[in-house]
T-cell receptor, first 111, second 115 residues
Framework: ELKVEQNPLFLSMQEGKNYTIYCNYSTTSDRLYWYRQDPGKSLESLFVLLSNGAVKQEGRLMASLDTKARLSTLHITAAVHDLSATYFCAVEETSGSRLTFGEGTQLTVNP | DTEVTQTPKHLVMGMTNKKSLKCEQHMGHRAMYWYKQKAKKPPELMFVYSYEKLSINESVPSRFSPECPNSSLLNLHLHALQPEDSALYLC??????????????FGPGTRLTVL
């Protein structure tokens, strides 16, 4: 059974600071997704990482994938309040279509 | 148009009621999904339809009955629900839902309360 672990689960950071969210998974997969969810809202797709060494960047967020270590990171640069949300990583099983989500990281950026 | 729509936004129902949730997409996607999400938890997969056929049922109780009338529509019929079924129900779609990896696009969800 595929297990996905995120840490930290809660992250409170100051504006302007950098931080990294980690996503570990238990079985072979080379497809990993990052989603953002605002309170009471749906999930917004942020990044799709499809191969070992993949790196994607959008604004202050950068995601990377190391399939050998079964690890993805979401790096936040110079955080701003608008980034406050819950961030989920999700790993796709090699059989396709089934996503297993991590528990989510609740990020709060304080002024 | 990368939009998945869901109706209603909110639904309150009694344990003896029958209701339906609806989901629609016009992106030409051939895979559609139902998820259940409790507060402060990740989404849990319930059903997957691929090319209008049910391909995954995650051992969901029979009081939840999915239906895919055509490639753009997905329904979830609800009957004799329990209070613990109260949650946010999310619909998603993706291009193929096969081993080809493609992003799932989520709708805004239906907030269901069972009294």
């Amino acid at each position: 059974e595929l297990k996905v672990e995120q840490n930290p689960l809660f992250l409170s950071m100051q504006e302007g600071k950098n931080y990294t969210i980690y996503c570990n998974y238990s079985t072979t997969s080379d497809r990993l997704y990052w989603y953002r969810q605002d309170p009471g809202k749906s999930l917004e797709s942020l990044f799709v990482l499809l191969s070992n060494g993949a790196v994607k960047q959008e604004g202050r967020l950068m995601a990377s994938l190391d399939t050998k270590a079964r690890l993805s990171t979401l790096h936040i640069t110079a955080a701003v309040h608008d980034l406050s949300a819950t961030y989920f990583c999700a790993v796709e099983e090699t059989s396709g279509s089934r996503l297993t989500f991590g528990e989510g990281t609740q990020l709060t950026v304080n002024p | 148009d990368t939009e998945v729509t869901q109706t209603p936004k909110h639904l309150v129902m009694g344990m003896t009621n029958k209701k339906s949730l609806k989901c629609e997409q016009h992106m030409g996607h051939r895979a559609m999904y139902w998820y259940k999400q409790k507060a402060k938890k990740p989404p849990e997969l319930m059903f997957v339809y691929s090319y209008e056929k049910l391909s995954i049922n995650e051992s969901v109780p029979s009081r939840f009955s999915p239906e895919c009338p055509n490639s753009s529509l997905l329904n979830l019929h609800l009957h004799a629900l329990q209070p613990e079924d109260s949650a946010l129900y999310l619909c998603a779609s993706s291009v193929t839902g096969t081993s080809f990896s493609d992003t799932q696009y989520f709708g805004p969800g239906t907030r269901l309360t069972v009294l």
